[in-house]
Antibody
Framework: EVQLVESGGGLVQPGGSLRLSCAAS????????MGWVRQAPGKGLEWIAY????????SDADSLRGRFTISRDNAKNSLFLQMNTLRVEDTAVYYC??????????????WGQGTLVIVSS | DVQMTQSPSSLSASVGDRVIITCRAS??????LNWYQQRPGKAPKLLIY???NLQSGVPSTFSGSGSGTDFTLTITSLQPEDFATYYC??????????FGPGTKVDIK
């Protein structure tokens, strides 16, 4: 069974840092691009970061202004999101996603269960 | 950047109703358009990719159509488990994956 399990969320003060992890299983992790999506309380989905299978290509949402960094360790089947200079508005559930692809089309499937990050003093 | 809009933002419907949700892109995105369903308190789930391709396990009551800038998600006969929020997503822009704001379908 394909599974993504996030961890590392919690309460952090504004200006602080946090590192999220996503443990992947049930598929050949090194063959897939991966990403992070977040959802603020009561709000919609916001794509925030992408990384290719070999880590050669990364991208992130303009709204982050470079504060977050996505990375991966294919030997450990793990995806990471380093979040720095956190703001109250970064409070959200953070989802890990696998990027499916065929014939040039991409999609997000599956999704992890999410990890909650609360930025508050 | 490509911006996505959805209409309506919410709708009320009854079991058995036919529901149509519209998604519009600010620029031509060809057929690089996906749909997701999110039930309350759950992670989103892929329904349809590349406009009209049903993900494995998704009931045939769901269908997608469109191209360019205008797309629709149709639920032909709404079931109790279909009450959820639906999001479209564009994957046309290189390494940028924008979601629409969502359409909440609730019980009339």
């Amino acid at each position: 069974e394909v599974q993504l399990v996030e961890s590392g969320g919690g309460l952090v003060q504004p200006g602080g840092s946090l590192r999220l992890s996503c443990a992947a299983s049930g598929f050949t992790f090194s063959s897939y691009s991966m990403g992070w999506v977040r959802q603020a309380p009561g709000k919609g989905l916001e794509w925030i970061a992408y990384i290719s299978s070999s880590s050669r290509h990364t991208s992130d949402a303009d709204s982050l202004r470079g504060r977050f960094t996505i990375s991966r360790d294919n030997a450990k089947n793990s995806l990471f999101l380093q979040m720095n200079t956190l703001r109250v508005e970064d409070t959200a559930v953070y989802y890990c996603v696998r990027v499916g692809y065929t014939n040039g089309f991409n999609w997000f499937d599956p999704w992890g269960q999410g990890t909650l990050v609360i930025v508050s003093s | 950047d490509v911006q996505m809009t959805q209409s309506p933002s919410s709708l009320s419907a009854s079991v058995g109703d036919r529901v149509i949700i519209t998604c519009r892109a600010s620029h031509n995105i060809s057929n690089y358009l996906n749909w997701y369903q999110q039930r309350p308190g759950k992670a989103p789930k892929l329904l349809i990719y590349a406009v009209s391709n049903l993900q494995s396990g998704v009931p045939s009551t769901f269908s997608g159509s469109g191209s360019g800038t205008d797309f629709t998600l149709t639920i032909t006969s709404l079931q109790p488990e279909d009450f959820a929020t639906y999001y479209c997503q564009q994957t046309y822009s290189t390494l940028i994956f924008t979601f629409g704001p969502g359409t909440k379908v609730d019980i009339k």
